[in-house]
């Protein structure tokens, strides 16, 4: 799986679907100009998957071109309950035993289908934007190193005892209507909280807390009058680099009952193993799962209070505090591929600075509270002299870093010198996408890394000045109304860049700024390089945006990585019994609140991913009893949080293997009916000539009473 970096982390089933949620916006009288935003329930956006997905949109003729690399912004939600073997560089392919094509093809196939889907539903419409604050739902994890930043600058957010200020507890939401029945058809949201409600030991796969605020939110409005049937929720991240979950902090699960060490995420032992930080829900043993699901729900809960509250203003016909129209018909775009190894540039008090060639220091091998490294490395004091000399010897093997790189990256121990490294390819990526879209007074700061929550407050901070003095110019040309600039931060996209700091949280050196691969001007960088660009979004259109060509791209390794996961060999049923029987079916009567399970004679789920279908459904008998046919109608499948899909294998010299499904109606949002229903499992054997058979298991029927 791929989050933790951990090999052990195996997967081993299903507890949520991902997702690719696709979103367009683009301008009614320049059919060009128009910007592609997705989500996806992964880790992050990645290099191989970007290209991939732009070919596969190139494949698919003229209609398609006006989508391309300035226009296309490929998010994760940052979840770290996916799948591995996906990303583009070698450093995050080592974890999960290098790349997987089936995980690369299935994300990218995806992705294009709901870009298409997207494209084909485009019309004429409406946006609005509003904001609302979020309770319970994120704290955070390095707050020593967020200390460091000035008390001045830290103030301006401490608004309150339940909002120091120390993470951003807004929810951004961005309201897709159609114009023709004022319909609503879509929201995309922005909030900081990291993918990390379920726990390192977890082998289902899921898009954590993210994917269940999608989910509810979609479920939620589409039984509803105002909204279009296959309306589309996107929970994107935003500037969540320190930013955990798991708010009841950081403890030591060493007995001692004691918070770990507020400076370095240790425990009595002096090590970070211990120290786990806690959900709402920690002390349930199901590897993080209630939390997520509750965290999930806060987020999902204040989206859609906010989403009520823009329509009771549409129908009051008022301009709600809440509510934002974004105004003006431009809609633009820039994407630059820019070399961030050797970058020299002057900060806006005149010092000349560089960036470095990508580096990861000691720290960063400490993991987080989230989840802690398995090693003898710390947040905050990890070096050369204090860790075990096995680790000085790895870091040489792999490059020793020079006294120029020291110098560049200090006070950064390094650990391991990556950015000079190809052997046998690059090991984590130099060039980075720099991307901003805009639509009216709307920007998006699109980041290649996870922003912590200063960075990303002075990052948005240097693009709403600068677009505020582009809006005032506009007005001057354009007599535009005068709407102050709104601006976000998404991602990690595009190319995953591992952290950006702040100078100060990056002289502390715990794990985020020990992750900070370009050095200690690697976020003035970014907005030095995000402020050259902007201009070109200025509606008078007198700077003509970037352009790929003459620069360096970032090398697409997805058909020359290593792999070494093994494929599915073949699958046999045991004797005497056949694919999809029933080896413990479920019980005859149940209530609300029960959980319900039976086991199926298996097959490898990897012969068939099953896209845009699933492995198991719940069905509820809806005919009636006099009627000579039954019919029975899918009331959950495995998009359903409460529906879980567990494999097994038996026998890895037989083949055989088994699958349970479990339905916990105590997960269930609403009460369930009551009424007559089954488990299906659908599923498809190998044969060891390789041919792959579909086949389908059904449970014995049950009753479930109010």
């Not at 400490?366 to 398995?374: I, L, Q, R, V, Y």
């Not at 020291?406 to 984590?428: E, F, N, Q």
């Not at 060509?549 to 599915?568: A, H």
């Amino acid at each position: 799986m791929m989050g933790y970096a951990d090999m052990n982390q195996v997967g081993g089933g299903l507890r949520q679907r991902l997702q690719a949620r696709a979103f367009i916006v683009g301008n009614l009288e320049k059919p060009s100009e128009r910007f592609v935003y997705v989500v996806l329930d992964t880790l992050a956006g990645d290099t191989a998957i970007r290209y991939g997905i732009l070919a596969g949109l190139a494949a698919l003729g003229p209609e398609y071109s006006v989508y391309g690399p300035h226009n296309v912004a490929i998010t994760g939600t940052h979840s770290h309950a996916g799948p591995g073997g996906w990303m583009n560089y070698l450093l995050p392919q080592i974890t999960s035993k290098g790349f997987h094509k089936q995980s690369y093809k299935a994300i990218v196939d995806g992705t294009v289908l709901a870009i298409c889907r997207a494209h084909e539903s485009l019309q004429p419409g409406r946006l609005t934007a509003g904001s609302i604050k979020v309770k319970g739902a994120n704290i955070n994890r390095s707050l020593f190193a967020y200390l460091a930043n000035p008390e001045g600058e830290r103030a301006r957010y401490n608004i309150s005892g339940g909002d120091d200020g120390s993470v951003e507890k807004d929810l951004t939401l961005l309201r897709f209507q159609r114009a023709w029945d004022r319909k609503n058809i879509g929201v995309l949201t922005w909030f900081p909280t990291h993918g990390t409600s379920l726990l390192g030991n977890n082998s289902l796969i899921a898009g954590d807390n993210k994917g269940v605020a999608a989910d509810l939110f979609e479920k939620s409005v589409r039984r509803r009058h105002d909204a279009d049937e296959l309306f589309v929720a996107g929970f994107s991240q935003a500037n969540m680099g320190d930013v955990s979950p798991n708010v009841l902090g950081a403890w030591c699960e060493d007995g001692s009952g004691e918070r770990c060490s507020f400076e370095n995420s240790t425990c009595g032992d002096g090590k970070c193993q211990h120290c786990h930080g806690r959900g709402p829900f920690f002390r349930e043993p199901d590897d993080g799962a209630k939390s997520c699901f509750e965290i999930g729900k806060r987020q999902f809960e204040a989206a859609r209070e906010l989403y009520d509250r823009l329509a009771n203003a549409d129908a009051r016909a008022l301009d709600a505090p809440d509510a934002r129209p974004i105004r003006g018909s431009w809609v633009k775009s820039f994407h630059v591929f820019h070399n961030m190894s050797d970058f020299a540039f002057q900060l806006p008090n005149g010092t000349h600075v560089r960036t470095c060639p990508a580096a990861l220091g000691y720290s960063f091998a400490a993991g987080t509270s989230d989840w802690p490294g398995h090693f003898d490395f710390v947040q905050h004091g990890s070096n050369r002299s204090n860790t075990s000399p096995v680790w000085k010897a790895v870091s040489g093997f792999l490059k020793e870093p020079g006294p120029s790189q020291m110098a560049c990256h200090g006070p950064k121990p390094i650990l391991l010198d990556v950015g000079d490294v190809s052997r046998p390819y690059a090991w984590t990526p130099n060039v980075v996408d720099m991307q901003v879209f805009r639509v009216g007074q709307f920007f998006i700061i699109v980041s290649p890394g996870e922003a912590t929550t200063m960075a990303g407050r002075r990052w948005k901070q240097a693009v709403h000045d600068a677009a505020e003095r582009m809006l005032a110019n506009e007005r001057s040309i354009k007599g535009s109304d005068g709407d102050k600039p709104f601006v976000v931060l998404g991602g990690p996209a595009n190319s995953y860049t591992h952290y950006i700091t702040t100078l100060e949280e990056y002289a502390v050196q715990r794990y985020e700024g020990a992750s900070t691969l370009y050095g200690p001007h690697t976020l003035a960088a970014y907005i030095n390089r995000t402020l050259h660009f902007l201009p070109s979004l200025g509606a008078a259109g007198d700077v003509v945006p970037p352009r790929h060509s003459g620069r360096p791209f970032p090398p697409d390794n997805s058909n020359r990585s290593l792999s070494f996961i093994p494929g599915v060999v073949y699958d046999r049923a045991p004797l005497f019994r056949h694919f999809g029987d029933v080896q413990e079916d479920a019980g005859a009567v149940y209530r609300h609140g029960d959980t319900i399970q039976a086991t199926f004679v298996g097959a490898n789920p990897r012969n068939n991913l099953r896209q845009e279908g699933t492995f198991t459904a719940v069905e509820r008998l809806v005919s009636a009893p006099e009627e000579e046919t039954e019919e029975w109608q899918v009331v959950r499948d495995d998009t359903d949080w409460s529906l879980v899909f567990r494999w097994r294998r038996l026998s890895e010299v037989l083949g055989t293997s088994e699958v349970e499904i479990t339905w916990e109606t105590g997960s269930e949002v609403d009460a369930v009916e009551p009424g007559v229903y089954r488990l299906r499992y659908f599923g498809d054997w190998k044969s060891v000539t390789g041919t792959t058979t579909g086949f389908e298991g059904v449970s014995g029927r049950f009753w479930i009473l109010e």
